[in-house]
């Protein structure tokens, strides 16, 4: 690295440094319905579990895995995301570990350390471990896990998809960083910084090159403040470049929209399915983006890295992995018309003859006509026209 790049990355620390007290949600007065779970299993990296399972779950069964950002906490990030909000409106389990500070002294993920970002080791497989025991204790389906973070937990979601890519169905990164691209504390810096431009394949190779998995290949929701002055916009691109290229999808986006005032990109498959998608959140800083949901809901509060910004990112985020459209299938199962048991035979035949045994004295002097009262009966059963 040149003199005058080391001497900007120094300049800039004592703003990393600052992210150690921006401690939001870590007060005894944190209202979050998470709890700790322990003994889950193996757990290289010396992480907490953190989980939430509302008392009604959607079938098959979800899991959603939430990654706090640098100076938060699981409690911290999960109040001002919403993601426990989220969970019980729409039947998903949350799982939120969170970072120790005898890891890290600003409790931000090790995105970056070779130790942690390799399959089967450190903190990638704590989160895994997790994971596992989320599956097996809630039976959760094995094909509707999906991950989400900010920042540092934004670089390590890449680097859960990347080192685990048969766990995931999809996964989505807040102003983060594409995995591979640093393995020290310096290139985590000038990626930060200066988001230095990578050819597609070898963004891709790094992922590929990650564990033994060749596909289906996760999707992917890419999040970012164009003023993000922490982590350099252009690590958007990076994201979106490596997973394009995993999917093998063109560069260029196959539809450009507006969703709530900000631009977004796409790109599908043959079948139509969104592999890939970029929000571009302008003008805003580091943090995740809130606002009103598309059902009129707020999910989550502001707070440190936690922007009002008109548009829910969790809501989106959780749309884009497909949890939202349950309430509108049970609605739609609740408006179907109930059906009508069919009556009981040998009960229909019973109440024919007394029926028959009770009508006027004249009528007895023909007699029962039996064969005509079953044909009455199994008429009323529907089983005779």
């Not at 090159?209 to 890419?222: C, I, L, Q, Y």
Request: glycine share 10%.
């Amino acid at each position: 690295m040149s003199l005058a790049r080391n001497v900007d990355l120094l300049r800039r620390l004592p703003k990393l440094d600052g992210l150690r007290f921006a401690e939001f949600g870590r007060g005894p007065d944190s209202s979050s319905p998470l709890e700790e779970v322990t003994g889950f299993g193996d757990n290289p990296g010396a992480l907490r579990m953190f989980a939430f399972v509302p008392g009604q779950l959607q079938k098959p069964r979800a899991l959603v895995v939430v990654l706090h950002g640098c100076g938060q906490t699981a409690a911290g990030y999960d109040l001002g995301a919403g993601w426990s909000t989220l969970a019980r409106h729409y039947g998903f389990a949350l799982l939120m570990p969170e970072q120790q500070r005898v890891n890290n002294g600003n409790t931000c993920f090790n995105w970056f350390n070779p130790e942690d970002t390799a399959r089967d080791s450190g903190e990638a497989c704590s989160i895994r471990e997790m994971i596992a025991h989320m599956v097996e204790t809630h039976r959760i389906d094995p094909r509707r896990i999906f991950i989400t973070g900010l920042s540092a937990g934004g670089g390590m979601t890449s680097v859960m998809l990347a080192t685990y890519p048969d766990v995931f169905a999809a996964g989505a990164v807040i102003a983060g960083l594409p995995y591979g691209i640093a393995s020290n504390l310096r290139e985590a810096l000038d990626g930060m910084f200066h988001s230095p431009a990578r050819p597609a394949r070898e963004l891709g190779d790094l992922v590929r090159n990650a564990s033994d998995h060749r596909g289906p290949w996760p999707k992917m929701s890419v999040w970012h403040g164009s003023a993000d002055r922490t982590v350099n916009p252009g690590n958007a691109n990076e994201i979106v470049k490596q997973w394009l290229d995993l999917h093998d999808l063109p560069e260029v986006p196959m539809a450009e929209t507006n969703v709530d005032g900000y631009p977004r990109q796409a790109w599908w498959n043959k079948d139509g399915e969104t592999l890939v998608e970029s929000y571009a959140i302008t003008d805003m800083a580091h943090g995740t983006p809130l606002g009103l949901a598309d059902n009129d809901q707020r999910y989550g509060m502001e707070g440190a890295f936690l922007i009002e910004a008109g548009i829910s990112s969790s809501y989106h985020i959780a749309k884009f992995f497909g949890l939202t459209g349950w309430i509108a299938e049970a609605k739609k199962a609740e408006a179907k018309p109930a059906l009508t048991p069919a009556p009981h035979l040998a009960r229909s035949i019973r109440a024919k003859v007394a029926e028959a045994a009770a009508e006027p004295k004249q009528e007895e002097s023909r007699g029962f006509d039996l064969g005509q009262i079953i044909t009455r009966a199994l008429t009323a059963a529907g089983l005779m026209k």
